[in-house]
């Protein structure tokens, strides 16, 4: 079964930067692609950044040039480095990650870990 476990949320003051770090485990799939998404408070859950298998990225714009996604120690790992921080970007984070098998593909979702911004 696969396993995703985030790390790294917690409180910064505006302006200032978190890495978050996400690890798949249990699975020796393949990796189609490793994403962040966030939900804030009331809000719905949205793409923040996609790093896929090959290597390319995709940012939502409200945190181009602020927020990187890369990948970890393994191909089943992926950081997201954020720098400028505002407390709009107070949420919790999921790592998502959608897994190749020989049968097809799955998505996988982590607990999430929360960042909180205080102004």
């Known amino acids: 079964q696969v396993q995703l476990v985030e790390s790294g949320g917690g409180l910064v003051q505006a302006g200032g930067s978190l890495r978050l770090s996400c690890v798949a485990s249990?699975?020796?799939?393949?990796?189609?692609?490793m994403a962040w998404f966030r939900q804030g408070p009331g809000k719905q859950r949205e793409l923040v950044a996609r790093?896929?298998?090959?290597?390319?990225?995709h940012y939502a714009d409200y945190v181009a040039g602020r927020f990187t996604i890369s990948r970890g120690s393994s191909e089943r790992a992926v950081n997201l480095d954020m720098i400028s921080l505002k407390p709009e970007d107070t949420a919790a984070f999921y790592c998502?990650?959608?897994?190749?098998?020989?049968?097809?593909?799955?998505?996988?979702w982590g607990q999430g870990t929360q960042v909180t911004v205080s102004s």
């Open positions: 249990g699975s020796s799939a393949s990796v189609n692609a």
């Open positions: 790093l896929t298998g090959a290597g390319d990225t």
């Open positions: 998502n990650a959608n897994l190749q098998f020989s049968g097809g593909s799955i998505v996988a």
